[in-house]
């Protein structure tokens, strides 16, 4: 008899804790929506595998997206004579310095313009992240983009999960919330 009402209590603890970690995921979930909907991110569900690309970036060295696997993606077509990408650039330089340590890079491909103007630019502005050249708008073909900025936002296994026309403030905090909850290691993962 103690057996059988040991082996019944096992069983409610742990019907009693898969309730509970069903609920709490939930409740994460809900908050991941939020942050999407906050930022006015459009979420990409089901979520589709990103169309790989090399570009070289300002050093004049090929990048190709697959080479982050692994890593979240901030993928950001922009040009120099786009004023709402400027206004953002700021914001995605403070999302880079934050996150940079992580598994996490920016994309920032600049659409249809020359090496000289765009790296005259950055270095004017200080910013740091990744800039990569599409001087012929191949990969802004592929993806559709048809006004700037345009971002998308990759997961860990490269599969597009949020899309963005038009500017953001990509240094809010729940901006930085939505990368936390996309980046690998972490706790809601």
Not at 157 to 181: H, T
Request: charged residues 25%; positive net charge.
């Amino acid at each position: 008899m103690v057996g059988v009402v040991s082996l019944v209590a096992v069983f409610l603890v742990y019907f009693y804790l898969y309730t509970l970690s069903v609920k709490m995921k939930k409740v994460e979930e809900e908050k991941y929506r939020g942050f999407f909907s906050s930022l006015g991110v459009q979420k990409i569900s089901p979520s589709v595998k990103a169309k790989d690309f090399t570009l070289g970036n300002l050093e004049g060295s090929p990048v190709s997206l697959k080479d982050f696997q692994g890593k979240v993606v901030f993928l950001n077509f922009w040009a120099t004579w786009c004023p709402p990408c400027r206004a953002e650039m700021p914001a995605m330089e403070k999302l880079w310095q934050k996150f940079k340590e992580e598994d996490f890079v920016i994309l920032a491909v600049d659409v249809r313009e020359g090496k000289e103007k765009v790296s005259s630019f950055v270095k004017e502005n200080g910013y740091t992240f990744p800039v990569l050249l599409d001087s012929r708008g191949g990969a802004a073909n592929t993806y559709g983009i048809t006004a700037i900025p345009t971002t998308y936002l990759l997961d860990p296994e490269r599969r597009i999960v949020g899309k963005v026309l038009g500017a953001r403030d990509w240094a809010s905090q729940d901006a930085f919330k939505l990368i936390e909850q996309l980046l690998p290691n972490s706790a809601s993962s």
